[in-house]
Nanobody
Framework: QVQLVESGGGLVQPGGSLRLSCAAS????????MSWYRQVPGKERELVAA????????TYADSVKGRFTISRDNAKTTVYLQMNSLKPEDTAVYYC?????????????WGQGTQVTVSS
């Protein structure tokens, strides 16, 4: 049974920091690209950051470059998102995503999401 369980969300003041975690189980974590997405009501879910299966390559949305860092620990089957210098516009539900594709199939999993609220 595939599970992606996010944690670490909450309420933080502008300029503060949070670290999100996504604990994965039920699939071969080290073979998957892992990503964080976020969504606010009325808007499409957007990619925040992604990291390749071995962790060698990362990519970020322009809006979070220099403030957020994605990392992974394949031994712990966990992906992280360190969020610094948070802004009110970072307020959203943050989702963890696992993605693997081969010539025959696409494997795509979502977590349940964790709320991040940036407000004074």
């Amino acid at each position: 049974q595939v599970q992606l369980v996010e944690s670490g969300g909450g309420l933080v003041q502008p300029g503060g920091s949070l670290r999100l975690s996504c604990a994965a189980s039920g699939f071969t974590f080290s073979s998957y690209i892992m990503s964080w997405y976020r969504q606010v009501p009325g808007k499409e879910r957007e990619l925040v950051a992604a990291i390749t299966s071995a962790g060698g390559i990362t990519t970020y949305a322009d809006s979070v470059k220099g403030r957020f860092t994605i990392s992974r620990d394949n031994a712990k089957t966990t992906v992280y998102l360190q969020m610094n210098s948070l802004k009110p516009e970072d307020t959203a539900v943050y989702y963890c995503n696992a993605d693997r594709r081969d010539i025959l199939s696409i494997y795509y999993y979502w977590g349940q999401g964790t709320q991040v609220t940036v407000s004074s």
